[in-house]
Nanobody, 125 residues
Framework: QVRLVESGGGLVQAGDSLRLSCAAS????????MAWFRQAPGKEREFVAA????????DYAGSVHDRFTISKNNRKNTMALQMNVLKQEDTAVYYC??????????????????WGQGTQVTVSS
């Protein structure tokens, strides 16, 4: 059984940093595309960042590309999202996702096979 478990969310002030983690079991991350998505209240789930199986390719949404860093540790089977200079508009539930190495458009919701339950990030002013 595949499980993705996010952790590290919380309540912070604007300008602070947080580091989210995603622990995987039942799959080996070295063979999967991984990503972070987020969903704010009343909005659709949106792409945040993705990392290719061999970590050759990383992609970021325009709103986070100079503040967030995605990484993964294939030995530990974990993925992380370092979030710096957080803004109120970053407030959302953050989800990690895993998909096949053949994903064509990592920014789309549709190609991801496994999802975590999410972790809440709240940024206050």
């Amino acid at each position: 059984q595949v499980r993705l478990v996010e952790s590290g969310g919380g309540l912070v002030q604007a300008g602070d940093s947080l580091r989210l983690s995603c622990a995987a079991s039942g799959i080996t991350l070295g063979g999967y595309y991984m990503a972070w998505f987020r969903q704010a209240p009343g909005k659709e789930r949106e792409f945040v960042a993705a990392i290719s199986p061999s970590d050759v390719y990383r992609d970021y949404a325009g709103s986070v590309h100079d503040r967030f860093t995605i990484s993964k540790n294939n030995r530990k089977n974990t993925m992380a999202l370092q979030m710096n200079v957080l803004k109120q508009e970053d407030t959302a539930v953050y989800y990690c996702a895993a998909g096949p190495s053949t994903i064509i458009n990592p920014r789309a919701n549709t190609d991801w096979v496994y999802w975590g339950q999410g972790t809440q990030v709240t940024v206050s002013s």
